[in-house]
Nanobody, 124 residues
Framework: QVQLVESGGGLVQAGGSLRLSCAASGRTFSTQTMGWFRQAPGKEREFVAA????????YYADSVKGRFTISRDNAKNTVSLQMNSLKLEDTAVYYC?????????????????WGQGTQVTVSS
């Protein structure tokens, strides 16, 4: 069993920055893909970013390219999402997810474990 716990969400003004972290525990972490998804009110959960087990392959949603950076620290069993130049439309609950294969994916259906989510609210 894998447990994922997100932290770092909060309220930030547009143009500001926020860093989310996700701590993984339980089953083997180092060879698994980690990703971030988000869900805004009234909308479906959408892909944000993903990183392969080795950290070489990284995917970003077009909406966050150039603003968000995903990284992982296998020694600490964590994955982070640095969010810069935040926009109002970035407001959502952000979820950490784990895929049990080393290759990254943009599809939420290909991720096997999920965190509880952390709220990010961007204000004007």
């Amino acid at each position: 069993q894998v447990q994922l716990v997100e932290s770092g969400g909060g309220l930030v003004q547009a143009g500001g920055s926020l860093r989310l972290s996700c701590a993984a525990s339980g089953r083997t972490f180092s060879t698994q893909t980690m990703g971030w998804f988000r869900q805004a009110p009234g909308k479906e959960r959408e892909f944000v970013a993903a990183i392969s087990w080795g950290g070489v392959s990284i995917y970003y949603a077009d909406s966050v390219k150039g603003r968000f950076t995903i990284s992982r620290d296998n020694a600490k069993n964590t994955v982070s999402l640095q969010m810069n130049s935040l926009k109002l439309e970035d407001t959502a609950v952000y979820y950490c997810a784990l895929r049990r294969t080393p290759s990254p994916s943009r599809s939420l259906h290909e991720f096997d474990y999920w965190g509880q989510g952390t709220q990010v609210t961007v204000s004007s």
